[in-house]
């Protein structure tokens, strides 16, 4: 089993940063791929951007540029830096690990 919390949504202004980040517990050391997806109201969930044990990363062309993710092995933990941030940022962020393994989310608002 493989538990996540995020931290570091809320509410910032047009082309401002946040940072998110994800904290894993459990048998994480059997997770290759994690990742960030989100979901906007009325819409379905979508990737944002993934991360391998290695370093290989993948994002989302809405994204490209502006989020970086990232992984700290030995913390058991993955960040998503975003910059440059526009209303259609907003979301819900959700942490994934694997196939199975959902944080329960955290709320992203870009709005002036």
């Known amino acids: 089993q493989v538990q996540l919390v995020e931290s570091g949504g809320g509410l910032v202004q047009p082309g401002g940063s946040l940072s998110l980040s994800c904290a894993a517990s459990?048998?994480?050391?059997?997770?290759?791929?994690m990742g960030w997806y989100r979901q906007a109201p009325g819409k379905e969930r979508e990737l944002v951007a993934t991360i391998t044990s290695g370093g290989s990363t993948n994002y989302a062309d809405s994204i490209k540029g502006r989020f970086t993710i990232s992984r700290d092995n030995a913390k058991n933990r993955v960040y998503l830096q975003m910059n440059s941030l526009k209303p259609e940022d907003t979301a819900v962020y959700y942490c994934?690990?694997?196939?199975?393994?959902w944080g329960k989310g955290t709320l992203v608002t870009v709005s002036s």
């Open positions: 459990g048998t994480v050391f059997r997770i290759n791929r």
């Open positions: 994934n690990a694997g196939i199975n393994y």
